[in-house]
């Protein structure tokens, strides 16, 4: 049988469209104004006021004092460069972070044009009418019209943690949240007039601080430091011992200081964080802090409910049974109102009253409505939860016209669905008089053990066979009855609904296991429902058992060993992360209601559902904007990246730092007074430090990035194995330049020329050789590549180009000698990348086929 019907039309019909255009014009959006902006002064100001730089313009009024032109001249220009590549990273840096805040941005459910809508809060105007459920962010002032039992959290605006009850006629203000019942209103004030706003104006907004790995850079930037100023006051001492004038080794000092810390490191870490976040985003994970990136690369677990997540949400009833125990087969495509009834004997022409009243049960106890295809959706969609939605649908199947049902018999009273008794309540007029009771809920909520054992029986296959099952109940009376308290419920049925497995969800599971992250499966659903999803995932093996909520406290053992939960209440959720936090473990946690938010703010790191609720979006540091799990790989694999490029940078720019000081102390021992001028100093480190190091923070994934353990966050950034790689890089830098310095001395030739020579293309060489290993087929990082052919050129120039030479104070080589110096530079490369091609090739271990987590066409350029 076949039938359509229209969605619910609503009792209101709202503002129109063109009203709603006009009064936004006129009242502007309905968002608080945004902090001001940091101008261009202010942000030249930030990067003249680090420590490194403003020694290097102390530096500079020396020599400028002393008409030290030369030396003048490079340091200028080491500031000025230095400090554009810091201006341009901080503002490519705030517009990635203001980009993804536009992503984030919230919505709300109203009513324009006579129908349900979803549009973005910002365009909310005066007299638009917005409905709310438990969870859902006020959105801007609102004059309550509607009102069940409903309970807002006010701490935002006046600080007071205890939910305040508010009723018809009362005022809800903009950025409280509703924590349970149901709501509507018509919105009075917008943007900066409504309560939020006006709290704005008063209290200026705050800049988010640095995140953890940035608070840990710094304090290594300063420990370099010191270490360098420690190294530099030594060469000072050595210089003045072999003659050198005072101010020379002064200005010396000052320059080693600067090129031996790779001051530009704050800034590339920043803009690692901010590029990561906007390719996170353009996977549909958008992560609302920064530290959330860094963090995502240490995720150890990762605790997910199902629905939506692992599977399409898309649910639909597609198994119900009647009170009598005869079960039918429903189908029907999606959210769409129409579709086939089966009974034992077939197709069903004429649907039998029983099944009737439990698809009518099922439309009336609800607060979802459908949404018809219009300009910009292709297909029927849910408007509120999903169940209901599908419930709604169901009636429609069943040729009920929920609308007119609803119509016939309003709502008088209700109970909301709450966590505790997992059951909804509501109280109907009915036409001919008396009240209907409608509850729905979980079937142990629902059902009496003793007169319905058949039906809950029934409930337990229909979970087996991965099904959620909800059970319906009605009772007819002549008063209205305490929706809190019912009158005794006669089983009208049971509804089992579906919601496939994405058919990606197993190589998801698949792929958290390769990267050596363990997926956790938590639901409130049944037990028979958990463990068939379990074994779909590959999560459960024979023995397996899964762990039950509502048969006692989850112990430390349980949770130690569980891959699988059912019927969890939200507090258990927080037992289980801190148990697992105790037992060291990383903890990604996944959800989508207003329950969810304690958990979410508990867990390393909250992950929303883009389709759940606005207070679980705001708890979360990422938010799935497709709902799907695999995103969360993905992430996962870009946040690794991220900290693999940021220990890449660290590498090249201290291997080139140890270099220099290495050179400057054992230069004289060596023979050489003064192995290398200030304005040689500064002009590679202006070379190697900028464009080269920031190209290497945007290095494809390498290709074990999700076959790998994830690393400990105890870890300290030059861990495993860092710090090791840099003293060895920086001393085969350091040892061939004093090799081609000694050697060019003995042979007559400018061998300070020969150094600045060797030790700027050496460093050079050794970006390219940290390069990533990406999977075949990646695309390279080209900007790298050219990044360092220009700086090769100019390195170059520095000892060819008559300007330069004067600027410099090099001498002019010959092209033989060139081509000894590029022959002697390139070796440092080539022997990490060789040691480092046998390091990878005993790390990498054999992997079984299947897809990797990370987009093939992940972006690996500058953006």
């Not at 009203?19 to 101008?39: C, H, M």
Request: proline share 7%; hydrophobic share 50%.
């Amino acid at each position: 049988m076949t039938s359509r019907v229209q969605t619910a039309v609503p009792t209101l019909t709202g503002l129109s469209s063109g009203e709603a255009a006009e009064r936004l014009a006129a009242d502007g959006p309905n968002i608080v104004a945004a902090p001001p902006r940091r101008g261009i002064l202010a942000r030249v100001g930030r990067q003249l006021a680090d420590p490194l730089v403003a020694l290097l313009l102390i530096a500079g009024t020396v020599t400028a004092v002393l008409r030290d032109l030369p030396d003048t001249v490079i340091i200028v220009l080491v500031v000025a460069v230095n400090t554009l590549i810091g201006v341009v990273q901080e503002v490519r840096a705030d517009a990635a972070i203001a980009a993804l805040d536009q992503l984030a941005a919230p919505v709300a459910r109203v009513i324009r044009d006579g129908r349900d809508q979803i549009v973005p809060a910002a365009e909310l105007v005066r007299g638009d009418h917005v409905r709310l459920e438990a969870g859902d962010i006020v959105p801007a002032d609102l004059e309550l019209t509607e009102a069940q039992r409903a309970t807002f959290d006010e701490s935002s605006l006046t600080g007071e943690s205890v939910p305040v009850h508010r009723g018809v006629a009362e005022t809800a203000g903009a950025g409280t949240v509703l924590t349970s019942g149901r709501a509507a209103g018509t919105v009075a004030r917008t943007g900066a007039a409504s309560a939020l706003g006006r709290i704005a104006e008063l209290v200026a907004r705050t800049r988010p601080g640095p995140t953890p790995l940035q608070r840990r850079i710094a304090a290594l930037g300063r420990t370099l430091g010191l270490a360098a100023v420690a190294v530099s006051a030594v060469v000072f001492a050595l210089g003045l011992l072999a003659g050198q004038p005072l101010v020379r080794m002064a200005i010396t000092a000052v320059s080693l200081v600067v090129a031996a810390v790779p001051e530009s490191l704050p800034a590339v870490v920043t803009l690692a964080l901010a590029l990561g976040a906007r390719r996170m985003a353009s996977t549909r994970a958008i992560p609302r802090r920064l530290h959330a990136v860094e963090t995502l690369g240490s995720v150890t677990v990762i605790a997910s409910d199902k629905t939506g997540t692992l599977t399409e949400n898309r649910m639909s009833v597609q198994q119900a049974v009647t009170a009598d125990g005869t079960r039918f087969t429903v189908s029907g495509a999606g959210y769409a109102p129409d579709g086939e009834i089966s009974g034992p004997d077939g197709v069903l022409a004429t649907v039998p009253l029983a099944l009737w009243d439990l698809a009518r049960g099922g439309a009336l106890c609800n607060d979802a409505g459908l949404l018809p295809p219009d300009g910009e959706r292709t297909q029927w969609a849910a408007a509120g939860d999903p169940m209901e939605a599908a419930l709604l649908a169901f009636a429609g199947r069943c040729g009920l016209d929920p609308a007119g049902e609803r119509a016939a018999a309003a709502r008088v009273a209700e109970h909301p669905f709450d966590q505790t008794r997992r059951r909804m309540t509501t109280v109907h007029r009915l036409p001919s008089g008396g009240y209907l009771t409608i509850c729905k809920g979980a079937p142990e909520s629902v059902l009496d053990a003793e007169s319905d054992p058949a039906l809950l029986s029934a409930a337990t296959d229909l979970a087996a066979d991965g099904l959620r099952v909800l059970a319906v109940a009605t009772a007819v009376s002549a008063e209205i009855p305490d929706p809190a308290a019912p009158p005794p419920l006669h089983a009208a049925g049971l509804v089992g609904i579906g919601d496939p497995l994405r058919a990606t969800a197993r190589d998801t599971a698949a792929a958290f296991e390769r990267s050596g992250v363990r997926l956790l499966l938590i639901t409130g659903d049944h037990p028979g429902t958990a463990t068939a999803i379990g074994r779909q995932l590959g999560l459960l093996g024979p023995g397996d058992t899964v762990a039950r909520g509502d048969t006692g406290p989850l112990t430390g053992e349980t949770i130690a060993h569980a891959r699988v939960y059912a019927r969890t209440q939200p507090e258990q959720k927080l037992d289980i992360i801190a148990a697992l936090q105790e037992r060291g473990e990383v903890v990604a946690m996944t959800g989508d209601g207003v329950n969810d938010a304690p958990a979410l703010r508990r867990a390393d790191i909250g992950v929303a559902m883009g389709s759940g609720t606005e207070v679980a979006r705001q708890a979360a540091e990422l938010v799935l904007v497709d709902d799907n799990l695999a995103t969360v790989a993905k992430a996962i694999g870009e946040g690794r990246r991220i900290y693999d490029n940021i220990r890449r940078f660290l590498r090249y720019g201290l291997s080139g730092g140890v270099a220099e000081l290495i050179v400057m102390l054992a230069g004289p021992l060596m023979g050489m007074p003064l192995a290398l001028l200030p304005a040689q100093l500064l002009w590679i480190n202006l070379l190697t430090h900028g464009v080269p190091g920031v190209a290497l923070g945007a290095e494809p994934a390498e290709t074990d990035v999700l076959r790998r353990p994830p690393r400990s966050p105890q870890e300290s950034v030059l861990g495993a194995g860092l710090l090791r790689d840099i003293l060895v890089g920086g001393t085969i830098v350091a040892t061939v330049t004093l090799a081609a310095g000694v050697t060019a001395n003995g042979m007559g030739l400018p061998w300070q020329s020969v150094m600045f020579l060797v030790l700027g293309l050496a460093q050079l060489g050794v970006a390219l050789a940290v390069r990533a290993r990406p999977a075949a087929g990646t695309s390279r990082n080209w900007s790298l590549i050219g990044a360092v052919a220009v700086c090769v050129l100019l390195q170059l120039a520095g000892v060819l180009a008559g300007p330069l030479q004067t600027l410099l104070g090099t001498d002019p080589l010959t092209a033989a000698t060139i081509l000894a110096c590029f022959g002697v530079a390139v070796i440092p490369g080539l022997a990490l990348r060789l040691a480092d091609r046998r390091h990878w090739t005993r790390a990498v271990r054999p992997v079984p086929p299947g897809p990797d987590a990370l987009p093939a066409n992940a972006s690996t350029d500058v953006e």
